[in-house]
């Protein structure tokens, strides 16, 4: 009963001093090195923005959980011993945790938004010609997506040649080349 008023405390101090140190001493422009994520996010090999199943925030949910449940549990003499109640609130606090971690996940893929347009969705976007492609060669092409000016290489689909600032019609990308038609 002690080990989990322990976690349960331990697990909502946690909770409580994140909430205020975050919110009087900042936090909000910490980045980890190369993940894209801010710094309360836990580690997450994906380089993509988002939460953790390692992120403090699950961690902490996870041990309060544990604590809670432990403490729900030994209070019914059908599962007053440990040997019951610890494998209850694991599972209990499992269920939480992934609860809202799946929350989190959720949240942040709604509300992060990138500059960058799908890529599948190019072909058929007109675009003009920024740097002149010459025959069999390479240029640059400038495209507006979602009112976002974009630059790519580019090259013709039939190896014409095309001059600065002719309009073209992309018709597909293959790895980071576009090729492109003339209109």
């Known amino acids: 009963m002690m080990f989990y008023l322990i976690c349960l405390t331990a697990g909502l101090v946690f909770t409580l001093v994140s909430v205020v140190a975050g919110h009087f001493f900042g936090g909000h422009g910490d980045h980890v090195g190369g993940s894209g994520g801010h710094a309360e996010a836990g580690a997450d090999a994906s380089d993509m923005p988002g939460i953790s199943i390692f992120s403090p925030t699950i961690l ?22 440990t040997i019951i109640s610890a494998p209850l609130s694991v599972v209990c606090a499992l269920v939480v945790a992934g609860a809202l971690l799946l929350f989190l996940r959720s949240v942040f893929r709604h509300t992060q938004s990138s ?7 190019l072909a058929g976007t007109e675009a003009s010609i920024a740097s002149p492609i010459p025959e069999n060669g390479v240029g640059e092409i400038a495209y507006v997506v979602s009112g976002t000016r974009y630059t790519a290489p580019a090259r013709t689909e039939n190896g014409a040649p095309i001059g600065n600032g002719k309009l073209v019609k992309i018709t597909r990308v293959v790895g980071t080349q576009f090729y492109v038609t003339a209109i």
């Open 115 to 121: 500059s960058e347009s799908h890529i599948s969705r």
């Open 60 to 81: 902490a949910s996870f041990i309060t959980a544990f604590g809670g449940f432990g403490m729900i549990f030994s209070e019914y003499s059908a599962t007053k011993k």
